[in-house]
């Protein structure tokens, strides 16, 4: 059977997706405003007990389709013990199209050009990739333990390598002091590194880590409203500009964001401007407080 340590996570768009648990917690676990993995340790899953899952999941789920890795970073493994459980799933699941899982910019600077082309091969197919912000003093402030350059050089060499990637940010991660430069600073990062889906959460502090996220961002605080939210990923749209003339499905539909916005960009840029414009004099079309989670 499928045995999972919780809690567990997996991005919306794996809902459907067969969910195999290769690492337990995250091997960073150090960003300030994320609580996900704070009650795990973080370890790697031998291989007789992930073979024994997908053994039982193959004949449990034969037309499996979808297969997400968890926990955290599962791209952190050695290339070798990754390459043997892609082989081992294709191999279990003769429908299977799609391998993902979560990563860090750091997991991306630790493999070889070549070691991210084998896994391209082997099915890893798309990484979910936290970028959080483009500004290195916000990365900084929240303890991301990571640079700019540093996620622009990891996501650039995981694209060449033939993988997709949907990468994350945080609107409001900045606060109001830094709310300008975190947006002008997250849509050059975005330009340059054109990933095939951008997702906009809204920040929203969990109590487990509210206070250790206001003491390491090592000055006050203040949090945006949903204007000042709106105005960030106004700024931060109209600041989009792909490179090479690429194209980025873009979403900010998550459940913490004030209103569901979807588009491609920058094709649909002054259609989403506009109705961020519409929404601030239209506060009773935003979704209630008690209804936003992160």
Same mark, same amino acid.
């Given at each position: ?40 340790v ?31 970073d ?44 084998? @896994?391209?091969?082997?099915? =890893?197919?798309?990484?979910? +990739? ?6 290195? $003093? /916000?990365? *900084? ?83 945006l409203?949903?204007?000042?939210? @709106?105005?960030?990923?106004? =700024?931060?749209?109209?600041? +989009?500009q ?5 194209k $980025? /499905?873009? *979403?900010?539909?998550h ?40």
């Amino acid at each position: 059977m499928l045995t999972y340590i919780e809690p567990l996570y997996r991005p919306p768009s794996e809902a459907d997706s067969l969910i195999l648990q290769v690492t337990i917690g995250c091997s960073y676990n150090r960003c300030s405003f994320c609580s996900m993995y704070r009650t795990k340790v973080y370890e790697e899953r031998p291989w007789d007990e992930i073979k024994a899952e997908i053994d039982y999941a193959s004949k449990a789920y034969p037309n499996t389709r979808r297969v997400f890795l968890a926990d955290g970073d599962a791209l952190n493994i050695k290339s070798d013990y990754m390459l043997k459980i892609l082989d081992y799933l294709y191999r279990s699941f003769p429908m299977l199209e799609r391998v993902s899982c979560y990563a860090m910019p750091k997991n991306l600077l630790q493999k070889s050009k070549e070691e991210l082309r084998m @896994l391209s091969s082997a099915g =890893l197919k798309l990484l979910y +990739i936290g970028i959080e912000s483009g500004s290195d $003093i /916000v990365l *900084r402030k929240v303890t991301k333990g990571a640079t700019s350059k540093g996620i622009v050089e990891g996501c650039i060499k995981a694209k060449d390598a033939g993988i997709k990637l949907s990468c994350m940010l945080i609107l409001g991660l900045g606060g109001k002091r830094y709310s300008n430069e975190h947006a002008m600073e997250s849509a050059r990062v975005a330009s340059l590194i054109v990933p095939d889906y951008l997702a906009a959460l809204t920040l929203m502090l969990d109590d487990m880590v509210k206070e250790e996220f206001l003491t390491k961002f090592g000055e006050p605080f203040e949090g945006l409203s949903d204007n000042e939210v @709106l105005d960030e990923l106004k =700024l931060l749209i109209k600041h +989009i500009q792909p490179s090479n003339d690429g194209k $980025i /499905v873009f *979403r900010a539909n998550h459940a913490s964001n004030p209103y569901p916005i979807k588009g491609i960009l920058p094709d649909d840029k002054d259609r989403l401007i506009s109705l961020i414009d519409e929404l601030k004099e239209r506060p009773n079309m935003l979704r209630p407080h008690y209804l936003r989670r992160f």
